[in-house]
């Protein structure tokens, strides 16, 4: 005999039915003035002024599909979170089992099977380390790993790389190293400490003091696609033994098989105190993130039964979000998505240089995997640099939407620029992709840099609209 309660509806109590397919299809052309009027109308201008305001209605896999059914090549991938593509069958049939099931979710005194199977199965991937701490997004596991770190080693410093970005909360934000994100919000937390990025003896200076909790550092640094040189990462993470400082890698842009392996770490055999994941996990539907970390770390944070619940946050360890984790990393493994990725990025990376040896704008290509950037810089003949001056002079890294939109406009392609005030334009495409989706790639790429290269020209044209615009925005 079933336990289950009988649900009784009168006909007083109808279920109420949202068809929120319907809600958004009736609301789709009010959105732009909406966001204007109740949310932030900074980011309409800027997509108005860009032409981006095309209204995507659609979105599958790799691919996004606007009001008129126009279909667009995904290589921003919601800031890494599709690494599976959007709208991946087996996360739907996953999510709407959890629903289905009627689960005792976040009981809170209780724990949950669900997280304890996504935990065993993220730590199979990390042998090294024993525990996993989970939270709803990328900066809180920033939090959490400032707070374990300092709670860990009884100090109360924390190292960080110019350029980094780890977030945007308080104290995420602490460790950020570009002035854009922090003007406006200082006085951040103290004892945070900043070192070039690949600059060992920096490093070793900040350590020196014997006061630092943990060095936070991306393995290849999403501002940018910095990648360190071979012996940076293991000789930080050295360095770091010798002080007794914890080494912790923030792979929330770059873990679960973006640049190849299924943690960016792994190419320079290093093995961190504390490893971040978060954006692909998800599945892209359910916020989560996890800290993977050692136990006598973890053990020091909840080293008491009256301390069980000293960190942590109410929705963790949702259902839903844990059944996203699962389920992306099954796909993951049945779809060898992280080979696909070294394989695929090797290709494009290859192809790039091949093309943009023929290109003076073009300064390098680097990256690992699937998380590439391509560099522009000043050119050297006379012609080209007074336009590229031009432009820098209304707004530095103005050049890269030179590209970005004639990308987006004309080959129906979404990049972004990997940074403020930033000469290079980054790929961060769902995992997914396939040959065909790269044969578009390196074309629409090629013909664009090569009318970039055209002087007078339409994309020159746009140029001064865009100086135009700029000034206009500085008042
Ligand atoms: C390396 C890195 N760390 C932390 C974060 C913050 O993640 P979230 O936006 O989920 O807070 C990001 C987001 O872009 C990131 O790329």
Redesign the pocket.
Known sequence: MSHRPQLIYTSNSPVMSLNVAQLYAENEADRYDMHTRHLNEQMVRVLRTIGYDVGFCRGAGQYLYDRDGNKFLDLLSG??VFAIGRNHPALREALKSVIDAELPNLVQFDVSPLAGVLAKRLLEFVPYLDKVFFAN????A?EAAIKFARCATGRPGIVYCEHA????TNG?LSLNGDAIFRNGFEPLLPHCRVVPFNDLAALERALASRDIAAFIV?PIQ?KGVNVPDDDYLPQAAALCRRHGTLFVA?E??TGLGRTGRFLAVEHWGVEPDMV?L??ALSGGHVPV?AVLTRKRIYDRVFDRIDRAVVHGSTYAKNDLAMAAGIATLEVMKHERIIARADRLGERLRLAFKRLFDRYEFVREVRGKGLMIGIEFGPPTSLKLKASWNLLEAANKGLFCQLVTIPLFKDHKVLTQVAGHASHTIKLLPPLIITDEDCDLIEHAFDEVIAATHRVPGAIWSLGKTLVGNAVQARG
Do not use: V
């Open positions: 800031y890494g997004s990328g900066t809180e920033t970005f780890h977030g945007l995420s991306e999403g923030d929330i842009q971040l978060a954006k993130s």
